[in-house]
């Protein structure tokens, strides 16, 4: 048995648990309808070129949706925000009712979110039950004033605390 086999998925989740992540928001316009999927593993690649990227459970209809669009958003969420995840994770058609948003660069821009990029599709790359949505940044903002994002941790939300 290989060392990958030995390791229990279940253990495997709950150690992966104390990696603290930052709660984003991808979105998409998809047949002129919102699309959006909560993400807790979006990362800067590049610089030199600017590239992003985050994975999605290959078994996802959302990411289904997302991977056929030209242009896809990603809104870091702020520490005040935390309803927004969770409307995020209702039922699709649910998924932007009572939130404040509109289209920029093509795709669903929530307001208020601590920052925002505009990503193209790059590369798709098989990562085991994931796929790693590898992008170009073509546009990205953040918030004038500086805000604390919420982050998840520990199997729930946090915010960060200064020291």
Same mark, same amino acid.
């Given at each position: 048995?290989?060392?990958?086999?030995?390791?229990?998925?279940?253990?495997?989740?709950?150690?992966?648990?104390?990696?603290? @992540?930052?709660?984003?928001?991808?979105? *998409?316009? $998809?047949?002129?309808?919102? =699309?959006?999927?909560?993400?807790?593993?979006? !990362? %800067?690649?590049?610089?030199?070129?600017?590239?992003?990227?985050?994975?999605?459970?290959?078994?996802?209809? @959302?990411?289904?949706?997302?991977?056929? *669009?030209? $242009?896809?958003?990603?809104? =870091?969420?702020?520490?005040?925000?935390?309803? !927004? %995840?969770?409307?995020?994770?209702?039922?699709?058609?649910?998924?932007?009712?009572?939130?404040?948003?509109?289209?920029?660069?093509?795709?669903?821009?929530?307001?208020?979110?601590?920052?925002?990029?505009?990503?193209?599709?790059?590369?798709? !790359?098989?990562?085991?039950?994931?796929?790693?949505?590898?992008?170009?940044?073509?546009?990205?903002?953040?918030?004038?004033?500086?805000?604390?994002?919420?982050?998840?941790?520990?199997?729930?939300?946090?915010?960060?605390?200064?020291?």
């Amino acid at each position: 048995m290989s060392e990958a086999e030995a390791i229990d998925p279940v253990h495997f989740r709950t150690v992966m648990g104390q990696v603290p @992540t930052c709660v984003t928001v991808v979105t *998409a316009m $998809v047949d002129d309808a919102p =699309v959006a999927m909560v993400i807790g593993s979006f !990362v %800067s690649v590049s610089l030199e070129p600017p590239l992003a990227g985050f994975f999605c459970t290959t078994t996802s209809s @959302t990411w289904q949706q997302l991977r056929s *669009a030209n $242009v896809m958003g990603v809104n =870091v969420l702020a520490a005040d925000q935390i309803d !927004v %995840s969770n409307a995020c994770m209702r039922a699709p058609e649910e998924r932007f009712e009572g939130l404040d948003w509109e289209v920029v660069d093509g795709a669903p821009k929530i307001n208020a979110s601590s920052a925002w990029l505009t990503l193209t599709p790059n590369k798709i !790359v098989d990562a085991g039950d994931h796929e790693f949505a590898l992008c170009n940044v073509t546009h990205m903002e953040s918030a004038a004033d500086p805000k604390e994002p919420v982050i998840f941790y520990g199997g729930g939300y946090r915010t960060l605390e200064a020291k």
